[in-house]
């Protein structure tokens, strides 16, 4: 596989990991971390943020009566535990991986240090992102922009669950939605569309990062878009 990038940072949502379900899918993490491992094995060097909606989002616990930054912690919380699914799998696939997280786990993982995820990478392993930014209030779309423009990646790689990019309309609920191949920054925040937070997609168009929505629910869809194949929708200026 020939790929335009030399580093990519994939963002895989907690709907990844649990399938659609509360907590963990072990084939499904098996799966994607045998599709990571092959495309590290390709030359590309490859971080993940995870995401935690399969355990608890914030916005939910606060409309059920709880404090909106200690329901954030316990969604950040969350992102660790896939975080360290995604690591288990990584190894057995044969993947030498780090995992670094934004609050303080010792026991568990290295603290996020920029430098040292990239030296990571650079010596072939898969570094994955856990807790977030470490702050209540952001989302792990936006931390998984920010991550990407700290290590240099090329690319912002959007893994949706069964969604093969952008649409103007829920194509779940909207059967006339329409999907774009390509959309500019400015017409995404414009349309005020979902599939990401305008946060993020704010923080990547001030810095020029390129994002791709593709679907991860088929299997070999990892190694094609970072084999630069058209299979989803690219975000641009
Ligand atoms: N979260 C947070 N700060 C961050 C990242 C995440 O407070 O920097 C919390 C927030 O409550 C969020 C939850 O962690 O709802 C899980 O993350 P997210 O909803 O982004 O996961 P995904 O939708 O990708 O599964």
């Given at each position: 596989m020939v790929s335009p990038y030399r580093r990519v940072l994939l963002k895989l949502s907690g709907e990844a990991f649990g399938g659609g379900k509360l907590g963990v899918d072990p084939d499904v993490i098996g799966g994607i971390a045998a599709q990571i491992a092959g495309v590290v094995a390709s030359g590309v060097q490859v971080a993940i943020v995870t995401g935690g909606g399969n355990f608890f989002r914030g916005a939910e616990l606060q409309t059920r009566g709880m404090d909106r930054a200690r329901a954030?912690?316990?969604?950040?919380l969350g992102t660790v535990m896939n975080a360290l699914a995604l690591q288990d799998f990584l190894e057995?696939?044969?993947?030498?991986?780090?995992?670094?997280t934004a609050i303080a786990m010792g026991q568990v993982a290295e603290p996020y240090i920029p430098l040292r995820a990239i030296r990571h990478l650079e010596k072939g392993r898969a570094v994955v992102f856990g807790a977030g930014s470490g702050m209540p209030f952001f989302s792990t779309d936006t931390v998984s922009a920010q991550r990407a423009?700290?290590?240099h990646a090329d690319v912002l790689l959007m893994a949706k669950q069964g969604t093969d990019g952008v649409y103007d309309a829920d194509p779940r609920t909207n059967p006339d939605a329409r999907r774009f191949?390509?959309?500019?920054?400015d017409d995404f925040l414009a349309r005020d569309l979902k599939v990401a937070d305008a946060t993020a997609v704010s923080l990547a168009?001030?810095?020029?990062?390129?994002m791709v929505f593709f679907d991860l629910g088929v299997d070999g869809n990892i190694a094609r878009v970072v084999a630069g194949e058209k299979i989803g929708t690219i975000l641009h200026a």
């Open positions: 954030d912690y316990m969604g950040m057995k696939a044969g993947q030498p991986s780090r995992v670094q423009l700290e290590i191949d390509e959309l500019t920054y168009r001030e810095h020029q990062l390129p």
